[in-house]
């Protein structure tokens, strides 16, 4: 059984800075890619950022050029790292491990801008 374990968020003022964590119980190797999804009250799930074993990142379009995902095999461990965060970032954030024998999600952790 995989399990995720997320870290990071918290409460932030517009422009700031926060990185989340996402560590996986397992080697991040077998997976096809790791990604970051969020969910806003009312809104639907999106994926905001993910990154292949090769490590090329894709991001959605509205956080591009001030989130950066990142991975570190050695720990199991891939990173979202989001700058100059706006009041509409403010969600629960999602890790997800792709796989082809299904998806796998962690717990959830919540991000809140404050203006």
């Known amino acids: 059984q995989v399990q995720l374990v997320e870290a990071g968020g918290g409460l932030v003022q517009a422009g700031g800075s926060l990185r989340l964590s996402c560590t996986a119980s397992?080697?991040?190797?077998?997976?096809?890619?790791m990604g970051w999804y969020r969910q806003a009250p009312g809104k639907q799930r999106i994926l905001v950022a993910n990154i292949a074993t090769s490590g090329v990142p894709n991001y959605t379009d509205s956080v591009k050029g001030r989130f950066t995902i990142s991975r570190d095999n050695a720990k199991n461990t891939v990173y979202l790292q989001m700058n100059s965060l706006k009041t509409e970032d403010t969600s629960v954030y999602y890790c997800v491990a792709f796989s082809a024998a299904g998806d796998y999600w962690g717990q959830g952790t919540q991000v809140t801008v404050s203006s």
């Open positions: 397992g080697s991040i190797f077998k997976f096809n890619a």
